[in-house]
């Protein structure tokens, strides 16, 4: 089990459901990217706002 991106991000916005499940809490998330490079498989994407419309 991994928690790498937990540990890197400030915010405490990155809570898990079930032991491999990680969500991320909009409300608490920053956008600063800490957990982008922790994580081995690159699990997490950013999009712009752009690209989320
Ligand atoms: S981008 Fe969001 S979830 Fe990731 S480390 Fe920063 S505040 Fe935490």
């Known amino acids: 089990m991994c928690s790498s991106c937990v540990d890197a991000c400030e915010e405490k916005a990155i809570n898990f459901f079930s032991l491999f499940r990680p969500t991320i809490d909009m409300n608490k998330c ?3 990217g800490f957990c982008y490079s922790p994580c081995p498989p690159y699990a997490i994407k ?6 989320k419309l």
């Open 30 to 32: 920053s956008g600063c």
């Open 46 to 51: 950013y999009k712009t706002l752009k690209e």
